[in-house]
Structures are given as structure tokens and as C-alpha cells.
């Protein structure tokens, strides 16, 4: 074990202790303080950031990695917004969900309370670093942080500028902890820390998942990926769909909520598929059909097996026609990543079987299913958008960074 | 990857889709069956099990274990009935938690839906067999079930006198599934289906709970280790106090809920540990005290430091005198297994402290931890209790095997 890893576990444990029991008005006055910190300290940070970006470009990184790496003035005042948005929020901790009386007389309540110590797992991406500080320490979590090698100096930076007005507020020493060695071992190592870490989050593409689903000891919330599908029935309303068909697709192609997986009733593809077809070419996207598909649309791109489970987080989407809803919903059910799925339907009882039976953790009648999303469902906060079925299912706003704890009142009752 | 048990997880996996949405009439009318068919094959499941009994006394097992293992009319009797207070039960499934509009029109509802297919991986007790097959039934999840080699024969009486009642009335064939082959590389295999399994619960012992954590990649709910406190105060009923720890040392020892070690403030350690003393060896317990108990009770066995971390469960108890309640809370936390603990005092201000610092699934102010039960909760059923974070904490009842989906309801919304 890294002794370096050790020693911030252990100072982040001890915090997390004390850190359950500070007031709202402690932790906001901490997120107000480290807002204006980002402000303030914005030259500093975007100087470290430079360093990042001349290293990542000597590294050949570029496009979109290079983009999400790179630090403005804009773009630090927006982690400030960011900042101040999660002070805004309502604080969920100490609320009491509910609360009976047993027959013996005992009094029992379930009390929202902080996780604990939360590890987070991330990439290049320096502002993940101070929504999950904000998100962590609004909800009373003590938070340990490992983000991409890339990022490495605009990381230092930022926590320490945050970690400094945050304790001169009051946060416990140790509450936020930033591992410096950003090794592969250092992390397979804080994946197994259940001692000191209570639950890991890992954001980022499906590769750094599954690499900590595959070694997490620790309880593991998994992210994001999104394999979504938009399915057309039958009856329904023709400009609706091409409407919310194309948003899903090409209003951000790269995030986990946009369409990847067309699916349309054979008794309306002739009708639907031209003009969906060329809506979305004049958007840019690249189609990939099945055989019926192609009989319709004669110039498509044969969608193979492995399109089906594609999750392209680009201008690319692939077509079925199916022979109907049972037939849509088996195919998203065995293809689908669990994330969001759509049907355009005028028809109550597919409506209802829509809903029933496909098993995702966010399913929609007649909207795009770009609105899985913490901000958009009215959480005002977003920490990811869980695929799993343990603890939390879709966007995880503040609520999700929290557990419960069972207070039982007595007056001296034995069994 | 053994090729029966694939194809069990691929039969279970394909039920469960069609068992989600199976009616509470459905699930009711088989538990009755069930319950019934129990009964009427008493004879054959004790025949089945007296082969296992034989095969476990050959082996040379004795006491407790050869205890858990035996089936007679009474125990059956006992099965049937849980079935059928698991029928009463309501059912948690369909109930929508909250329905909110928001502003573009979108109507979000979180509605409650079964997790899956849920895997048990237990010790040779065959009534968890029938208890973890009805409480996953009445919750709509298909059951993966991987019970100890010693119980095997009673298992596959129990599991075929169930499934031929549960599918005649309507459940889908291949929704109970016994692993047959109890080897421990097959529990190995089974512990990363990801694609097959939405949850693992172990049931047992520490070793067993410790290998599923440490194997599997399927998400687990970690039950049961319960090494619990109770902590004496300064200012308490000394009469409340005696009754309190002599209920949760003796009443059953052998339970995770029981207490291992019992903190007294300095205080009052001269006035309360003389006569706990005297009452616990009464009921046939060991003490081992640290040396300031040994200073007030002398012929007492001095407790090692793997005393502070031990779950006997057994009749031994260890007694710590401690400075006072930010003593106690921090041993408890430090030693703790996060499971119940208790405080008896008649301070308001040390009632509160104890409730807000004690980081465990069940806290206690003036009562025995022997109540940290699903029945004792009023839940009806327990699955297990809990002791880490995600999902679940404390007592697990029937809502605990449940997962939410969210339904969005719109009317051609985009973004």
C-alpha cells in the first residue's frame, strides 16, 4: 500500500467523522468562500493549466480530450457559478424520511445522512474536479479525488485554491483530498480501500468503468454509458417524431442521453424513413440500417451486429424497422445500456407497455431522451447518471450522495 | 464459463422480463400454492434431507451447523408460514415514490420496479432456500440460488416442490434456479455475471460475506457482520442499564445484533460494573476487560486488542471503561462494524451527540440492539440487514429488493 494514499485516507476518514455534522450554514459559507477563490485565483489556475495543455500537445492529444482539458477565464467562472448553484440548493442532510412508532413503543426514523468518505474516479477533466468537491461537501461527504494524469497541475491548482478557503471556513482538515500520483497502481489501490472509502463513482467514458467495476472492492456507483434508442409506432404523430428523433440524435451527439439506435414499426418505415433520412443527413449523420431499412433507403450503410450495441457519441445512428412493439422492446431491452429509451406513440396501451417492460433507468412517452439529466429532471445538481440498479438509477443529484441511518428513541425496552 | 449455469442465468434473465409486470394476484395465488405444496411434500423434502444430515455427520459435523442443517415437520410448518406472511405482505411494486411536472411540461414519475435477477449466495440453511425464493417472488425478481454443498439434497427437494406450484400458477418458467453444482468456482463464475445478475446478496458468515465482496463484479449488498456497543453513561437508569445489556449479550447470543462489547463511563464504573458482572456470569458469560475494569472486577480475563474488534457471538462480552461519550463514540467507530449500537443515558444533549456521531446502520438511545430486525422494524420480512452504505442500510425488507425507474410522460417535448 502507498503510504502517501494511506496517509490521505486516513486524514480524509478522520475528517468525514466531523464533516457529517457540520451545519448548512458552515458548509454554504465554504462554497460561497471557495467560489470567489476560483474568481480570484483564476490567473494562477490557468497558468497551472498551461502547463496541462503544452504537455498534453507534446503528448499528441488533441480535438475534443485537448477541448475538455483546457481552462479560460469563462470557463472558471462558470466552475464558480457551478459553485454557488450547489450552495443554493437545498442541504438533504438530517432530514427524516419518515418515522413510526412500534407496538412495544419504541420510536424509529430513517435519517438522511452523509455516505461518508466518497471516492471519485475521473479523466482529463479539471472541472469535474470542482463539481465534485461542491457536490461532496454540500451533501457532507469527505471526498477523495483521482482525475487524469493530464490534468494533474490544473487539479493541484484548483484544490488548492479551494481546500484553503474551505478549511479557513470551517470544513474539517482533510475533507478533500486530491491523490498527486496519478499511477494505474495508486488507483487500483484507492479502488480497494473499504476501510476508508464507502462508495467509489467513476465518471468518464466506458473504459474507465469497467475497469472499476472490474476491480473495485469498494461499493461502486457505475456511470453513464448510453446505448439509448428512440422507437416509432405504429400510430402516431409523424412530425413529433421526426422532431424528437432528430433531437435526440443531433442536439449533442456526444453525451451518454443522444440516440444511437433508430427503431421504427415496418407498417409506417416506408412513410417515416425518407423524411428522417434526410433530416438527418442534412444534420450530417451517417445512417447505418438493417435489410429493410436499406429497401427503403437504398444508399444506407448495412448496420452489422455489433451496430446494435454501438455507443457512437457521434453523428452515426443506426436503423431497424421491427414488426412492433414486442419486437421494439425486446431488442432495446437486449441491446440497451439501461440508460434512456423513447417510444413516439399515439396508442395508451403501447404507451403502457412501453413503460412496463423496457428495463431502463429512464423510459419516455412521446419526449427526446435528452432530458435524462439532473438539471433538466429539477435535482439542480448532477454527480452522473447512474446505468445500475443499486442505490440510485438515473440522474443522481444531491439525494444519491447521501445514505440513511435508523435512529431508534426507547425507554428501556428489551426483547 | 460452465455451461449449466449459463444457461440457468439465461433462463432466469429471460423470466424476469416477463415477471416484472406479473400481477400481485399472480405472485399471491403461487405463494399460496407454494406454501401449501410445502405442507403436502413435508414427507419427501425430510426424506431428501436426512440424506444430507447423514452426509454431514459423516463429515463430521456437529452442533450449531448440523443444527441449521435439520429439517423436521415443525421447521416446514414454520417455512409454509413465511410464505404465506410474505403473501399478506403488500406489494411494493408499481407504486409510483413521486410525480412532478416541470416547467417544459415534462410530467417525471419515480416508480418503484423490481431489481431483476438477484443472486443469494448462502450457507447450508435450507429455510433461506424458501425465504430468499418467496421474498424475491413477492418483489417480481427472478432468483439465482447458490445455497452450501451440505444442504444440497434438501435444496433440490425444496426448490422443485416450489418451482412446479410457482409455475403452474403463473410465474414464468426458469424464475427460480438452483445451482446445482456447489463447487466453489461455479460460485466464483456466478459472482461476475454482470449481464445476467442486477444484485448479489450473500447470506452467512463473515468469510463467506468477505470472499463475495472481494470476487464479485456484480453489485453486492453486504450483510450481517455485527460487532455492537453499549455504551453506559455517566448521568442513566442503572436498573434500565442492567436490564438493557443483559438482553442484548444473552438473549441470543449467537445473532449479529447482539452486543460483543459494553463501554462504561469512569464515572459510574465502580457503581455498574459489580453487579453486570454478577448478572452476566450469571447467564454463563466470559467477561474480558481492559485494565481499568480489571482494577474494579479482579478476577476478570484481561481483553486483548482483538477483544475491540471481535464478533463472538457467544456468550463473551468485553468491557471497556472509557473517559465518556466522545471516548465511546470514537471506539465505537473505530472498532465498530457499523451495525447497531446503543447508548443508555438520561442526558439529552449526550442523546443527541451519540445519535448524530455514531456512524452505524442502527443507533440506539435507551434500548437493546436486539431489536436491528426486519420483523422487530415492522417491516413483515427481512432479506438480511445491512451494513454498508449504498442502497440499503440496516434491517432489508421487502422495498430494499426493489430498484425505481423513472417514466417521463410528454407530448413531443425536445430540447
Redo the contacts between chains.
Keep these: 500500500m502507498n503510504s502517501e494514499l494511506l496517509t490521505q485516507a486516513t486524514a480524509c476518514k478522520k475528517a468525514s467523522?466531523e464533516l457529517?455534522?457540520i451545519t448548512t450554514d458552515v458548509k454554504n459559507r465554504a462554497l460561497e468562500a471557495m467560489a470567489q477563490s476560483l474568481e480570484d485565483n483564476a490567473d494562477y489556475i490557468m497558468r497551472q493549466n498551461a502547463i496541462d495543455m503544452d504537455n498534453a500537445k507534446a503528448k499528441g492529444i488533441t480535438g475534443a480530450l485537448l477541448d475538455r482539458l483546457e481552462l479560460n477565464e469563462k470557463r472558471i467562472k462558470d466552475m464558480a457559478v457551478g459553485l454557488r448553484q450547489i450552495k443554493d440548493l437545498p442541504d438533504p442532510i438530517g432530514e427524516v424520511l419518515s418515522m413510526?412508532k412500534?407496538p412495544n413503543g419504541?420510536q424509529?426514523g430513517k435519517k438522511r445522512v452523509p455516505?461518508?468518505v466518497v471516492g471519485i474516479i475521473y479523466e482529463a477533466r479539471p472541472n469535474v474536479t470542482v463539481d465534485a468537491i461542491g457536490l461532496c461537501l454540500k451533501t457532507g461527504n469527505a471526498v477523495i479525488l483521482r482525475g487524469g494524469s493530464e490534468a494533474i497541475n490544473s487539479n493541484k491548482a484548483i484544490v488548492d485554491v479551494l481546500t484553503a478557503k474551505a478549511y479557513e471556513e470551517g470544513i474539517p482538515q482533510g475533507s478533500i483530498q486530491l491523490i498527486r500520483d496519478t499511477s494505474r497502481e495508486i488507483a487500483t489501490q484507492m479502488m480497494k480501500l473499504?476501510d476508508y472509502i464507502?462508495?467509489l463513482i467513476p465518471r468518464g467514458g466506458a473504459g474507465l468503468i469497467k475497469s472499476v467495476?472490474?476491480n473495485a472492492?469498494v461499493?461502486?456507483?457505475?456511470t453513464g454509458v448510453g446505448n439509448c434508442h428512440v422507437y416509432i409506432d405504429e400510430d402516431c404523430?409523424m412530425d413529433?417524431a421526426l422532431?424528437?428523433v432528430?433531437?435526440?440524435k443531433v442536439?449533442r451527439p456526444g453525451v451518454c442521453n443522444a440516440a444511437e439506435t433508430l427503431l421504427v414499426h415496418k407498417a409506417i418505415a416506408s412513410k417515416f424513413l425518407p423524411p428522417i433520412a434526410q433530416r438527418l443527413r442534412d444534420h450530417g449523420v451517417e445512417l447505418r440500417g438493417c435489410g429493410e431499412t436499406a429497401a427503403i433507403i437504398p444508399d444506407i450503410i448495412p448496420a452489422t451486429e455489433d451496430d446494435w450495441s454501438a455507443e457512437y457519441l457521434d453523428l452515426i445512428i443506426a436503423i431497424k424497422v421491427v414488426d412492433g412493439i414486442q419486437d421494439a422492446i425486446d431488442h432495446i431491452?437486449r441491446y440497451g445500456s439501461g440508460h434512456s429509451e423513447a417510444i413516439v406513440t399515439n396508442s395508451y396501451s403501447h404507451s403502457r407497455e412501453f413503460?412496463?417492460?423496457v428495463?431502463?433507468?429512464?423510459?419516455?412517452?412521446?419526449?427526446?431522451t435528452?432530458?435524462?439529466d439532473g438539471f433538466?429532471?429539477?435535482f439542480g445538481a448532477e454527480i452522473g447518471i447512474s446505468t445500475?440498479?443499486?442505490?440510485a438509477?438515473?440522474?443522481m443529484g444531491l439525494n444519491e450522495l447521501t445514505?440513511?441511518?435508523?435512529?431508534?428513541?426507547?425507554?428501556?425496552?428489551?426483547?
Excluded: C
Design positions: 467523522a457529517m455534522n413510526w412500534r419504541l424509529i455516505l461518508g473499504n464507502d462508495v467495476v472490474e472492492t461499493p461502486v456507483i457505475e404523430d413529433m422532431e424528437i432528430t433531437n435526440a442536439n431491452n413503460l412496463d417492460k428495463d431502463a433507468a429512464t423510459v419516455y412517452v412521446n419526449a427526446s435528452r432530458f435524462t433538466e429532471f429539477g445500475q440498479k443499486l442505490h438509477r438515473g440522474p445514505t440513511t441511518k435508523y435512529i431508534v428513541l426507547g425507554n428501556g425496552q428489551i426483547r
